[in-house]
């Protein structure tokens, strides 16, 4: 049991519409990481929300964007939909003021842009 | 740039059969490394990681990898798989910043034959 969840599970939506997923993140971890995993692929760093702040980003466009709540949780956010959008998207959580951190994954929300 | 590899995009195994899984990274520092393993629809789970000290690490169910600086590789290994073992495995290398920003490889699928 990770103590990651994600919500919703499985979503579709229309090419142009806005979406919003969102995590909570594993009790007393201040850092949450997006991650897209294409089918047949592996994940990929969208950006990383420590302690509220955008802390690094990956090779995605403006219209990714994220939240970052005092609790932790957290939420990305994807404008103007397009096709190749459609993918498995992970959240992750951690402490990196911990020895040996590690990162720990929710089961995923399932995006389809039809 | 970070970068993983694994050569093999599906293996598959007999029942009771040992199992090695291949990873090579590229990092230009001293590598975080960890390997996932995830079922189909499902998050990823921490089979095991690397962060320094004795290059043979021990993991869940089993599973084992080690560190070879000299080849740049971290391969899993298992002396006799299960049905269960069935799943993706996933290589990743994280920064010096922790293991939040992790870079994965495309993922080895792996198929036990009764």
């Known amino acids: 049991e990770t103590g990651v969840t994600q919500s919703p599970t499985h979503l579709i939506k229309t090419r142009g519409q806005q979406v919003t997923l969102r995590c909570s993140s594993q009790?007393?971890?201040?850092?949450v990481s997006w991650y897209q995993q294409a089918l047949g692929q592996g994940p990929q760093f969208i950006f990383q929300?420590?302690?509220?702040?955008?802390?690094g980003r990956g090779n995605f466009p403006p219209r990714f964007s994220g939240l970052q709540f005092p609790n932790y949780s957290s939420e990305l956010n994807v404008n103007a939909l397009e096709l190749d959008d459609s993918a498995l998207y992970l959240c992750a959580s951690s402490f990196p003021g911990q020895v040996n951190t590690e990162a720990f994954f929710g089961q995923g929300t399932r995006l389809t842009v039809v | 740039a970070q970068s993983v590899t694994q050569p093999d995009i599906h293996i598959t195994v007999s029942e009771g059969a040992s199992l090695e899984l291949r990873c090579n990274y590229s990092?230009?520092?001293?590598?975080?490394l960890f390997w996932y393993v995830q079922s189909p629809g499902q998050g990823l789970q921490l089979l095991l990681k690397?962060?320094?000290?004795?290059?043979l690490v021990q993991g869940i169910k089993g599973f084992e990898a080690e560190f070879k600086r000299s080849q740049s590789s971290f391969n899993l290994r298992k002396p006799s798989v299960h049905w269960s073992d069935a799943a993706e495995y996933f290589c990743?290398?994280?920064?010096?910043?922790?293991?939040?920003?992790?870079?994965f490889g495309q993922g080895t699928r792996l198929t036990i034959n009764p």
């Open positions: 690397y962060f320094s000290g004795d290059t």
């Open positions: 990092y230009g520092a001293t590598p975080y």
């Open positions: 009790s007393g971890h201040n850092t």
């Open positions: 990743a290398v994280g920064t010096i910043q922790g293991a939040q920003k992790l870079v």
């Open positions: 929300y420590y302690r509220e702040e955008e802390n």
